[in-house]
């Protein structure tokens, strides 16, 4: 660790702002990723154009993630995690602004919902890359547990709360939180003072040539290495299934179990799913000071492919809501514990590459097309069934972790640990 950093998270100012940051754009994030689809629901009246929503979260990255995650490489990822904050407020505060004047279409709802996340995709990139050079690798689980917990907290709380005030505020003047959020974030990301970034000289101009060669750089190490590789193979399939799922909860609480769009049971059965989050967050650190990233991935994968697939069918609104406590615990630590093996075993240099493709390849690519053949399903035969379809899907994934190099991996890492030797898992 670098001389004069604190030794504990909580004592380092500059971590602080970070996770001030990060806490204050999920708490935006979350209200609108409840009043968005709510909103398009009220305009449109539409299954499927609701789904669509929930897809443009994650679509982006299938244009933009590649890129963002090269630049963000090779720029100063403090100015670009600012400039993206700073863009993104202007974009979400536009939506408020055009229901004010009575001018608010579904067309500006979902060109403003896409527009968000392909900024979004260049914090992300940043991000990825700045918090491992920020705490240092020893630190990278522990900072991310720290993160997550801040956002599990708040999926806790918000969505409860965003559900009371549905019932009384239209979801789109709900966005200015949003947008508020964003401008707050950039200001605390703005203060932090040690580097987020380590020296880019040397580098060969910005070129489109260049550009392609360093993301190809990426998509080689993710390949590479066996526990990378495999790690953003199950989670691609897990935000598949994931996706397909919340393009419908919309439609599920509001015609299956008969809370509406608005009010505390909405809420609740939102925000349980932020209490398993909370959990998973919690458990990792201490997990891996018992067991390896690896074993962690193979057996949270069975719970969370067998609470996907059975809690669309729970009968009511409460049994709903403990499913999805126990199916966020599991499906939260997938992901944190692959986000977090990703940033301690990725060069610096190729850190934002790396994490940006494994976000696209699980969050764009799965997450896309599962929130989009989601809504087709749950059009054809109903939420419910499309649910419980697409939860099938999680079953694939804990059969390609099992017959996967994560076995082996997790088998040498358990060896090394008994003869008190380091083990690499690539």
């Not at 998270?9 to 602080?16: A, G, H």
């Not at 090269?70 to 407020?89: E, F, H």
């Not at 689980?141 to 969505?159: D, R």
Request: glycine content about 10%; proline content about 5%; charged content about 10%.
């Amino acid at each position: 660790m670098t001389t004069g950093v604190p030794e504990r998270l909580r004592d380092d100012p500059d971590f602080r702002r970070y996770w001030l940051a990060r806490a204050l754009s999920v708490t935006g994030s979350m209200v609108t990723a409840i009043a968005l689809p709510v909103l398009v629901y009220r305009l449109s009246g539409s299954t499927v154009l609701t789904a669509v929503v929930t897809a443009l979260e994650s679509a982006p990255y299938l244009l933009t993630g590649l890129f963002a995650g090269a630049l963000a490489d090779r720029w100063n990822r403090r100015r670009v995690m600012v400039a993206a904050d700073t863009v993104n407020a202007v974009l979400v505060g536009s939506v408020p602004v055009a229901h004010l004047l009575g001018l608010l279409t579904v067309a500006q709802v979902l060109v403003v919902a896409f527009t968000v996340q392909a900024v979004y995709t260049f914090f992300d990139g940043a991000n990825f890359g700045a918090l491992p050079v920020l705490v240092g690798r020893a630190r990278v689980a522990q900072a991310n547990s720290a993160v997550w917990t801040a956002s599990s907290l708040i999926e806790l709380f918000v969505p409860p709360l965003t559900g009371l005030l549905l019932a009384v505020l239209d979801p789109a003047s709900l966005l200015t939180l949003d947008a508020l959020s964003f401008a707050a974030s950039a200001f605390a990301v703005r203060g932090i003072v040690r580097a987020m970034s380590e020296a880019r000289d040397g580098r060969p101009p910005l070129r489109p040539r260049v550009v392609l060669n360093d993301i190809g750089d990426g998509l080689r190490y993710l390949v590479r290495h066996a526990g990378v590789r495999t790690m953003t193979l199950v989670g691609s399939i897990q935000s598949f299934a994931g996706g397909g799922f919340m393009a419908l909860i919309v439609v599920w609480c509001d015609r299956v179990l008969h809370v509406g769009t608005s009010g505390l049971r909405f809420g609740l059965v939102w925000g349980t799913w932020g209490i398993g989050g909370l959990i998973a967050a919690l458990s990792l650190p201490r997990l891996l000071k018992r067991v390896s990233p690896a074993a962690i991935t193979l057996y949270a994968l069975p719970v969370s492919a067998l609470l996907g697939v059975l809690s669309p069918l729970s009968p009511h609104w409460v049994v709903a809501a403990l499913a999805l406590l126990v199916w966020g615990s599991a499906y939260v630590l997938v992901i944190v514990n692959a986000v977090s093996y990703r940033q301690q075993v990725t060069p610096e240099n190729l850190l934002g590459r790396v994490n940006t493709a494994g976000r696209m390849l699980s969050w764009g690519v799965g997450w896309t097309l599962g929130s989009v053949v989601g809504g087709v399903l749950g059009n054809a035969f109903g939420p419910r069934t499309g649910m419980v379809l697409m939860g099938l899907f999680g079953c694939a994934g804990v059969v390609v972790a099992w017959t996967s190099p994560l076995r082996r991996i997790a088998a040498g890492a358990d060896a090394g640990a008994e003869a008190g030797v380091d083990v690499e898992a690539g």
